[in-house]
């Protein structure tokens, strides 16, 4: 029986040789290990990785991934290991890998206060951090 070293492990316990864990997968931190064992949702792993690493801030991952993904634009995960992304409230997104909705969605601006409004009538609101614009004629 060999004693891989962190991050590889040997299929058989009577075999010469060591392997790399498949992306995705890890030996959870052991020297003799026989198998690999995938990641848990919200987490990733490069290969020959001894521990599985959180996902930060703005993204998630399923189990046995590679590596995470940037939550979609008007969706947030505000918290590392996530395995999905939140919807953005109703007036508000985000931009790609947030963890928060912070623009106004188009149709909508932002107030003082940062709280999202309806765009008023005869007005355009093209999202983000803009300003209500007057449609011709109006204001």
Known sequence: CVACEYGK????????????????????????????TA???GKYANMSTIACTSCPLGTFSSSGSALCSDCDEGKYVNEVSSSSC??????????EGSDSCDLAAIGYYLSIE????????HA???GGTMVPVPNEGYW
Request: charged share 15%; proline share 4%; aromatic share 6%.
């Open 86 to 95: 939140f919807n953005c409230d109703l007036g508000l997104t985000s931009s």
């Open 114 to 121: 940062s709280i999202s409004e309806t765009c008023p009538k």
């Open 124 to 126: 355009t609101c093209l």
């Open 39 to 41: 990641c848990d949702a």
């Open 9 to 36: 492990y040997a299929p058989q316990a009577l075999t010469d040789s060591c392997l790399d864990c498949d992306a995705g997968f890890h030996t959870n931190n052991a020297t003799k290990a026989t198998t690999c």
